[in-house]
Structures are given as structure tokens and as C-alpha cells.
């Protein structure tokens, strides 16, 4: 069970969660013609309304529970590594498919692939996923030796932490992109209900962020894993 110092944050981050689900949700099916280009087909405009979803809810919100987990489930060591690596690994999958959905449509890959937006995405999620594979390799595989998993995990931690972030820089950067698309080829009034809806996903996300990294640093939680870790070495080395 979760420490009770760690209750508020994990709150908070679920409410702030939900919201950044709510607010994804009411732009992707309220404000589908931001999504619309002049000659677009039915099937693109599913893509481009897919990618922002599986980008927020299936990546960057699973990604940030499977971070949590190890926060509140109850059970052992071994069932919470399980639950965090299946967690991760449908993030995973739905960030290769956000990714994906943007290389549908009639102009290819290229012409997706111009932005800083568009960079930093590739760069988060194929980290991501070797960050996946070295986690799988070195944490549950049976075959690895204990002492190299207890050197590598500072490291699984802070290379978790660094690409959950850049995933919340990645998204913020292309709220920003679309939004300013929108305000200067389309006309939408800088003060309209669609940026009210896209500023505040965007602040959803830098808050949601705040709470999840807060709570995996959190200096009880880091004291009583520096323990367990020291416990495990002083088994080790007897």
C-alpha cells in the first residue's frame, strides 16, 4: 500500500489524469475540422484524430501509472514489476501506433517528418522502447545476475523519469504547433473554446507531470527503496 505522505500526490495525479483524458477526448471528437485539411479523406482524418489520443491516453497516461504503480499496489516486488512492465508495454504499443497514424496519411513520411515535434517523438518513444527492453532483460528476465540488476536500476529509474518527461515536452511542443497552425491559417480567435480547451490540456499535462515525477522521487519512498536495495547487496556479498 501507498505510504500515507504519497496519498495527496497520487490523488492529485489521478485527478489531474482524468482531466488531461477528458480534455484529449473533448478536442480529438468536439473540434474534428482543426483536423481537416482542404483535400483530406475520411480515413485520414481517422488517423489524425487517433494520433493525439493514443499519444496522450495510451502513452503518456499509461506510462504514468505504470510509474505509480510501484507506489500503491499492494503484493510483492515480483507482482509490481509485472503489472509496471505490462503497463509499459501497451504505452509502448500505443505510442508506435500515434506514431504511426502520422505516416498514413497521402503525404507520407517526409512531409510529417519536419518539425521539432515530429523529432523529439521519434527520439522519446524509440528511447522508450529500449528503455522497455534493457527493463525486461535486466529486471525479470530469471537469467541476469542479481548484483547487475541492483547496479543498472539508479539508472532504469533516471532514464524512466528523463523519457516520461521528454514525452510531456514532446506533447507540449505539438499543442503548441497545432494551435498555432490553427490561430494563423484557420482563424481561430486566440480567446475561443477550442484554445481554452487546448491551453488547458497543456496544463493539464505539466501538472499531471509534476505529480507523477514528485511522487517516484519522493524522499521516503526513495529512503525505504535505498534500504531494500542495500538489504539485497549485504544478502549478496554474505
Excluded at 473533448?26 to 488517423?47: C, E, G, R
Excluded at 489524425?48 to 489520443?53: D, I, M, N, S, T
Excluded at 505504470?66 to 499492494?74: Q, Y
Aim: glycine share 8%; charged share 10%; with cysteine.
Amino acid at each position: 500500500m501507498a505510504p500515507p505522505s504519497l496519498l495527496p500526490l497520487l490523488f492529485f495525479a489521478r485527478v489531474s489524469g482524468l482531466a488531461v483524458a477528458v480534455l484529449v477526448l473533448l478536442w480529438a471528437f468536439n473540434f474534428k475540422s482543426s483536423f481537416l485539411t482542404p483535400s483530406v479523406s475520411q480515413q485520414d482524418l481517422i488517423y489524425a484524430v487517433l494520433h493525439p489520443l493514443l499519444m496522450v491516453i495510451g502513452f503518456i497516461l499509461l506510462s504514468g501509472e505504470a510509474i505509480l504503480v510501484h507506489r500503491w499496489l499492494p503484493g510483492s516486488r515480483s507482482l509490481k514489476k509485472l503489472v509496471h512492465l505490462c503497463l509499459q508495454g501497451v504505452a509502448l504499443t500505443s505510442g508506435i501506433f500515434g506514431i504511426w497514424t502520422r505516416f498514413q496519411g497521402k503525404d507520407g513520411i517526409v512531409a510529417n517528418f519536419y518539425s521539432l515535434h515530429s523529432w523529439m517523438g521519434l527520439v522519446c518513444v524509440s528511447l522508450f522502447g529500449a528503455q522497455w527492453l534493457i527493463g525486461f532483460l535486466n529486471f525479470w528476465h530469471r537469467g541476469e545476475v542479481r548484483t547487475v540488476r541492483i547496479r543498472i536500476l539508479p539508472w532504469h529509474v533516471f532514464l524512466g523519469l528523463y523519457t516520461y518527461a521528454l514525452a510531456i515536452a514532446t506533447a507540449e511542443t505539438g499543442l503548441l504547433e497545432k494551435l498555432t497552425f490553427l490561430q494563423t491559417k484557420r482563424n481561430v480567435p486566440k480567446h475561443s473554446t477550442e484554445s481554452m480547451v487546448v491551453n488547458s490540456l497543456g496544463l493539464g499535462l505539466a501538472l499531471l507531470s509534476g505529480f507523477v515525477i514528485l511522487a517516484a522521487v519522493s524522499p521516503k519512498y526513495q529512503i525505504l527503496e535505498s534500504k531494500l536495495l542495500y538489504s539485497d547487496s549485504r544478502c549478496l556479498s554474505s
